[in-house]
């Protein structure tokens, strides 16, 4: 499975972005598709995961009701809709893919098999 974000940028803080993230390769109805986020001198965290084919949804507190993770299986494309930015929010935005739901959500970088290269998302106050 390969992946390629896109979507980051500059933005003031409030404003919206939508993040894309295109999927290739072989993956099947078991997969799971997940955002995470990195900032300077900081370990990857979780922001949301979804089933590959619909279904269950998490979120990082953070981010749960601002940020919305979505897919377009027929384009091939995992989405993160990013709105009422904070300046935490700013960090290298990676998206991820694995086999294989776990209750709550697989929540850990290590449980993630395949990682696209991540788009950078700065918010400025």
């Known amino acids: 499975v390969q992946l390629q974000a896109s979507g980051g940028g500059l933005v003031q803080a409030g404003s919206s972005l939508r993040l894309s993230c295109v999927v290739s390769g072989r993956t099947n109805s078991n997969y799971v598709m997940g955002w995470f986020r990195q900032a300077p001198g900081k370990e990857r965290e979780f922001v949301a995961a979804?089933?590959?084919?619909?279904?269950?949804?998490a979120y990082a507190d953070s981010v749960k009701g601002r940020f919305t993770i979505s897919r377009d299986n027929a384009k091939n494309t995992l989405y993160l809709q990013m709105n009422n930015l904070r300046p935490e929010d700013t960090a290298g935005y990676y998206c991820?893919?694995?086999?294989?739901?776990?209750?709550?959500?697989?929540?850990?970088?290590?449980?993630?098999?395949?990682w696209g290269q991540g788009t950078q998302v700065t918010v400025s106050s």
């Open positions: 979804t089933r590959w084919y619909g279904g269950t949804i």
């Open positions: 991820s893919s694995r086999e294989g739901w776990v209750a709550g959500g697989p929540r850990r970088s290590s449980d993630y098999r395949y």
